[in-house]
């Protein structure tokens, strides 16, 4: 197996880095709250943006909280801040919001396209037995659109035994 060592580092040279992006400020601390305000604006005035933002963010929190279980012991979900890892895709809404954000969106559900999907307007044209409607569920034509529904392609198309007879059990005698 392998063995890593894992060492801290320190972040005033990251930080520094940012000075050449921000060159008005005064501190490199400042320079990092200007490039995320920065990148935050940007992220608010479009909203295709923000939506891909809010996506990238709740596809990484599924992402870290799918680690195998002998992993989760040191990158543990439940100890994440959802709100610092939010702020990380320049999201400035609470995470619930932002789950919401994404599931809500129509145009995130992407309507499956196989040969097999019958979308309402190919319905209206096609023949067959109509639809059953809310309540009728002991009309004929529910019966007759759940038979037809229920047949295996296997079926030999013979009618079934009349089972409402009761069989006869013989009793064995000791």
């Given amino acids: 197996m392998y063995e890593h060592r894992l060492r801290q580092t320190d972040e005033s040279r990251a930080l ?13 601390q400042r320079a990092a709250v200007a490039v995320q305000a920065r990148l935050e604006r940007t992220a608010h005035t479009n909203t295709n943006w923000l939506l891909r933002a ?9 992402f870290y909280s799918g680690y195998p279980r002998d992993v ?17 895709f320049a999201l ?17 559900k992407e309507k499956p396209s196989n040969r097999l ?44 035994l009349d089972q409402s007879q009761p069989k006869n059990k013989k009793k064995k005698n000791k």
């Fill in 16 to 28: 520094e880095a940012l000075r050449t992006v921000v060159p008005a400020a005064a501190t490199a």
């Fill in 54 to 62: 809010s996506r990238a963010y709740t596809s990484w929190v599924r």
């Fill in 72 to 88: 989760k012991e040191y990158l543990d979900a439940k100890q994440l801040h959802l709100g610092h890892a939010a702020k990380a």
């Fill in 92 to 108: 400035r809404d609470a995470p619930a919001t932002l789950a919401r954000r994404v599931k809500s969106n129509p145009s995130n």
């Fill in 117 to 160: 999907t019958i979308h309402k307007d190919e319905e209206k044209k096609r023949p067959g037995f109509e639809k059953a409607k809310f309540g009728s569920f002991g009309s004929r034509a529910a019966q007759r659109q759940s038979s037809m529904h229920t047949a295996s392609e296997f079926d030999s198309g013979l009618s079934t």
